[in-house]
């Protein structure tokens, strides 16, 4: 936990729960790619930097997820550097309750922003302004997020954030949190073409066949994409109503903070399959039902 492991001359990573990219901008400086969870696991970085004689000289945000930005705070203040971010992405962590408030749909309830949704907020400046070294390519990744990115390094290794799940997460999870599930298959058929090349997904491990996760996380969304349909085809349902369905038969264990983050994925799914022509909506007795639709 919290091994520095070295990739190429100049690019490393963290190996935690969600992986935080490092390239060597010199001898002593290093650009993050992501900062982590929280202040505590930015400060167990920190250390580890130390220790190799190294130092953060600026944050880059694939995305404003709680697990890629938390640790931005404690970094900004401890190693006096800045923190940069994609357009919207920027703002949502800045102002980190517009991103709770987006998800959970409403006012966030204190249940829900306990881990995962409770990023403290941090100034940070738009990406065009980030001095990055020659050689950097950003990828425009959107789908798990509106404006999520990912970071080629000069030397060739592409950190992809959360386009992909691992295999094992998709067998246990099921139902990923995704933001647009068109935007996402777009971005999934996309990532195919690095394939052969390095790309570290956050939350799996490094791999050069990056086309096999591309598949299966399509195969997942899919596969979700057919069952609403199949439930749907019975009855008219809620939101709610589908969800829990769903629930049943994948026979998820969830709690508070998972309901959320699944009702907000249903509802990605059915928005999708609406714009799509295979889904309608009717509202009876104050209540909004989903229903196949006519095409």
């Known amino acids: 936990m ?62 404003s997820h709680t697990d890629h930005a938390g640790g931005n705070r404690y970094l900004c203040e401890t190693a006096k550097c800045k923190a940069y971010a994609p357009e919207v992405e920027d703002v949502l962590i800045e102002y980190s309750d517009v991103e709770a408030t987006l998800v959970y749909g409403g006012f966030p309830c204190r249940d829900f922003r306990k881990k995962f ?4 907020s941090c100034k940070t400046y738009p990406l065009s302004e980030a001095p990055l070294p020659e050689g950097t390519e950003i990828l425009r ?11 080629k390094t000069p030397d060739d290794v592409y950190f992809i954030a959360d386009v992909v799940n691992g295999k094992n997460a998709i067998d246990k999870a099921k139902i990923c949190y995704v933001y647009d599930i068109t935007t996402q298959l777009e971005t999934l058929e996309k990532l195919k073409e690095l394939d052969g090349k390095l790309c570290v997904p956050a939350h799996t ?22 069952r609403i349909l199949n439930t749907l085809k019975e009855k008219p349902m809620t939101t709610e109503e589908l969800t829990a369905s769903l629930c049943r038969q994948y026979g998820l264990k969830v709690d508070f903070m998972i309901l959320v983050m699944i ?16 889904l309608d909506w009717f509202i009876e007795d104050y209540m909004h039902y989903w229903k196949i639709g006519e095409e």
């Open 2 to 63: 919290f091994e520095l492991i070295k990739i190429t001359d100049k690019t490393y990573y963290f190996d935690i729960p969600t992986k935080i990219g490092v390239y060597k901008l010199d001898d002593k400086k290093v650009m993050l790619i992501d900062s982590g969870l929280n202040a505590k696991t930015a400060d167990r970085v920190l250390k580890v930097l130390e220790d190799n004689g190294l130092e953060v000289a600026f944050i880059v945000n694939t995305h």
């Open 117 to 120: 949704m409770n990023t403290e």
């Open 141 to 151: 990744l959107p789908g798990h997020t509106a404006h999520m990115i990912g970071v």
């Open 205 to 226: 491990d490094p791999t050069e066949n990056i086309a096999y996760l591309a598949k299966i996380n399509i195969e997942n969304l899919l596969e979700i994409r057919q």
């Open 263 to 278: 009702t907000s994925a249903i509802r990605s799914h059915l928005v999708s399959l609406r714009h799509s022509g295979k």
